[in-house]
C-alpha cells in the first residue's frame, strides 16, 4: 500500500468511528460541525484556491439557502420540498452574484462579492416578515430521509459524514477533469487561455455554481443542526471566517480547507470553553501559520515532513559510510 | 484568396494613435515579418488582429472572411494562433500540460467536469507530438519552473503548433537567446510546413530577414515601407527609421 492509501484509510476508520472514542455527546456535535463547514470551505475553495476569485460574501450565500430551507420548514412545507427549494435558491442566488462579480477580478471583485454579502446581511436583519429579523426562524424537527431518524447528535454525524465524503468526491473529480484543469489556467494565466480559445468567463461562471452548490448543501446541514438561523449568520465575520479556513488550511489543496475547518471549529467551539480570549488563540494560530506555513496547514506541514525525511536519510547515510 | 487581410486598421489609447490605417495583405503560406523601431505599434497590431484589442476603425479578414466583430477567444478555433512577447505560460504545471492545454482549447471536451483529464491519452499523445517538434519531448514531465528561457519560447512555439494553425502569429520569438537557441529556434520555424502562413515580428534582424519573404516596416503606427526583401532593405526610409545608419 502507498502512503497516500494509507493515510486515506486511517482517516476513514477515524472519521466511521468518531462516536466511540470521543468523550461525548458534545464532541460528536463538534465532529458533524467540523464537517458541514469543511463542505462550506471546500465550495469557498472552489473559486478561491482553483480559480483565484477570493469571495469574501460566501456567508451571505451561505445565509440565503440557509433561510430558505428555514423559511420553507417554517410554513410547513415538507423536508424534500424544502431542501430541493433551497439548493435551487442559493445557486440562483450565486448565478446573480456571479454575474455581478465577475465583471471583475482580484481587488474588485473581493469588493464586489463583499458588498453583495453585507446587502444580504442587511436584507436578513430588515426583511423581517420572512427572516424574523433579528429573532432568526427556530425549526422543530430534522428529516427523517428513507426511515433513518437523524434527531440523534450520532446518526445525524454519519449523514453529515454521508454528504462529505460524497463533497470530497465530486472536488476531487472536479478538479482533475478538463474543465477543473482550464479553471486552473485561468487562474494563472486567463488572457493566455483566452487567446488558446476557452471562454474565459463561461468557465469561472460554472466555478462559481459549483461553489454555490456546495455552500448551500452546508447551509441545509447547517440549518438542521442548529435548528435556528439569524442574520448573525451572514455577517462579514462569518465570511472572513471561511475564508480563514480556507487560506489556513491551504488554498487549492483538496483536505487544506477541511484541516481549516477543524483548526476554526475546534478553536471556537472546544477551546473557548477553557480560554476566554480564544478569538486572540485563533488570531495568534493564524499569524504563526502566515509566518511558518504561508502557503497554509496541509502544504506546509508536506514540506516540512519531506525536509525532515531527507535530512534523516541524509544522516543515516553519512553515518553509515 | 488572402490568408490574412487588415484594411484601414486604426487604434488611439487617448490622444496617442498606436496604429494609423494599417493595410496588410498576407498571401496563403507567406512568411510575413514586421519590423519598426520600439513603440512602432508592432504587438499592439498583433492585438488587434486576434481580437485581444478591438479597432477604433478598419476590418481584419482570415482566408476572406471578416473577423472583426468575432471574439477573441473564437479566432483560435478559425485557425489563428499566437506567441507572446512576454512569455505567458502556466508556472506550476509541466511542460506536456502547458501543450495539452492548448489542445484542449480547441476541443469541447474543455467543458467536461467529470472525466480525468490525465487518462486522455489523446491529448496527451498529441501534446508529445508537438513537443517533438520543437525538441522538448524529453523534458516533456518536467515543471516548467525548472526550465530554461530558451526552453520556455519553444514551448510557447510547441502551443501554438499543436493547435494547427493557418495562420501563426509569432510576437519576437527570438527576444533573449543565446546564439545557439537562436539558431534552434530558426531551424524549427524553417521546418514549419507551407500550409501555414506565418506572420512574426522581430528585432533581430540577421535571422529574422533570412526567414522573412515580405517585410513590412511600422513607424508610429504607421505601414512606412511594404516589399520583398531586398526592396525593403534597400529603401532609404528604412535605413532612416530603423537601422539608423
Redesign the interface.
Known amino acids: 500500500m502507498n502512503p497516500r492509501a494509507i493515510t486515506l484509510t486511517v482517516a476513514a476508520v477515524l472519521l466511521l468511528s468518531v462516536p466511540y472514542w470521543v468523550p461525548g455527546v458534545y464532541y460528536v456535535n463538534v465532529a458533524s460541525q467540523i464537517l458541514f463547514f469543511a463542505i462550506f470551505a471546500l465550495g469557498l475553495n472552489v473559486l478561491v484556491g482553483y480559480g483565484g476569485l477570493v469571495s469574501l460574501g460566501h456567508a451571505g450565500l451561505f445565509g440565503v439557502a440557509a433561510y430558505a430551507a428555514g423559511y420553507m420548514l417554517h410554513l410547513g412545507y415538507g423536508h424534500t420540498l424544502s431542501i430541493i427549494v433551497a439548493l435551487v435558491i442559493g445557486i440562483v442566488s450565486m448565478a446573480m452574484f456571479a454575474v455581478l462579480s465577475l465583471r471583475s477580478t482580484g481587488i474588485g471583485f473581493i469588493m464586489i462579492t463583499l458588498a453583495l454579502g453585507q446587502i444580504l446581511w442587511g436584507l436578513a436583519y430588515r426583511w423581517i416578515s420572512v427572516t424574523g429579523g433579528d429573532n432568526g426562524i427556530t425549526l422543530h424537527g430534522r428529516p427523517a430521509p428513507f426511515g433513518f431518524e437523524l434527531d440523534t447528535a450520532n446518526s445525524f454525524y454519519y449523514m453529515t459524514l454521508v454528504i462529505f465524503v460524497i463533497t470530497i468526491i465530486s472536488v476531487a473529480?472536479?478538479v482533475?477533469?478538463?474543465?477543473?484543469?482550464?479553471l486552473?489556467?485561468t487562474r494563472?494565466?486567463p488572457?493566455?487561455?483566452?487567446?488558446?480559445?476557452?471562454?474565459?468567463w463561461a468557465i469561472r461562471f460554472?466555478a462559481c455554481l459549483?461553489s454555490g452548490l456546495l455552500t448551500a448543501v452546508s447551509a441545509i446541514l447547517f440549518v438542521y443542526y442548529n435548528q435556528f438561523i439569524s442574520p448573525q449568520t451572514l455577517a462579514l465575520t462569518s465570511s472572513a471566517e471561511v475564508l480563514l479556513m480556507v487560506i489556513s488550511g491551504g488554498a487549492g489543496t483538496l483536505f487544506g480547507p477541511i484541516v481549516g475547518a477543524a483548526l476554526v471549529v475546534v478553536v471556537k467551539n472546544v477551546v473557548s470553553g477553557y480560554i476566554e480570549r480564544w478569538n486572540m488563540l485563533l488570531g495568534a494560530i493564524f499569524v504563526a501559520i502566515v509566518i511558518l506555513m504561508p502557503e497554509g496547514l496541509v502544504p506546509g506541514s508536506m514540506r516540512l515532513w519531506r525536509l525532515l525525511w531527507r535530512r534523516r536519510a541524509k544522516a543515516a547515510a553519512e553515518g553509515k559510510p | 484568396m488572402s490568408a490574412l487581410t487588415v484594411n484601414g486598421l486604426s487604434k488611439a489609447f487617448g490622444g496617442l494613435h498606436v496604429t494609423r490605417g494599417v493595410n496588410l495583405d498576407v498571401q496563403p503560406g507567406e512568411r510575413r515579418l514586421i519590423i519598426g523601431p520600439n513603440g512602432a505599434g508592432k504587438t499592439t497590431l498583433f492585438n488587434l488582429i486576434t481580437g485581444e484589442l478591438t479597432p477604433d476603425s478598419g476590418s481584419v479578414a482570415l482566408f476572406g472572411r471578416d473577423i472583426t466583430a468575432v471574439p477573441s477567444r473564437r479566432r483560435p478555433h478559425m485557425g489563428m494562433a499566437r506567441t507572446y512577447q512576454i512569455i505567458t505560460l502556466f508556472p506550476h504545471d509541466t511542460i506536456v500540460h502547458n501543450v495539452s492545454l492548448a489542445l484542449l482549447g480547441l476541443l469541447p471536451l474543455r467543458w467536461n467536469p467529470l472525466i480525468d483529464m490525465r487518462r486522455q491519452s489523446h491529448i496527451v499523445e498529441s501534446a508529445r507530438k508537438a513537443l517533438e517538434r520543437v525538441g522538448l519531448a524529453h523534458i516533456a514531465e518536467r515543471p516548467l519552473s525548472q526550465t530554461s528561457y530558451g526552453e520556455r519560447r519553444r514551448v510557447e512555439i510547441a502551443m501554438a503548433l499543436a493547435q494547427n494553425p493557418k495562420v501563426l502569429l509569432l510576437d519576437e520569438p527570438f527576444a533573449g537567446l543565446s546564439i545557439d537557441e537562436r539558431r534552434d529556434v530558426q531551424q524549427l520555424l524553417l521546418a514549419i510546413p507551407r500550409d501555414v502562413t506565418i506572420v512574426m515580428i522581430e528585432h533581430n534582424m540577421d535571422v529574422a530577414l533570412e526567414f522573412a519573404e515580405r517585410i513590412t516596416l511600422l513607424h508610429f503606427g504607421e505601414v512606412i515601407v511594404e516589399g520583398n526583401r531586398a526592396e525593403v532593405v534597400a529603401d532609404p526610409r528604412t535605413r532612416e527609421v530603423y537601422l539608423g545608419h
Not at chain 1, 482533475?176 to 482550464?182: E, H, I, N, Q, V
Open positions: 473529480i472536479f482533475r477533469s478538463p474543465l477543473g484543469a482550464a486552473m489556467g494563472d494565466q488572457r493566455r487561455m483566452n487567446a488558446l480559445g476557452y471562454h474565459v460554472w459549483f
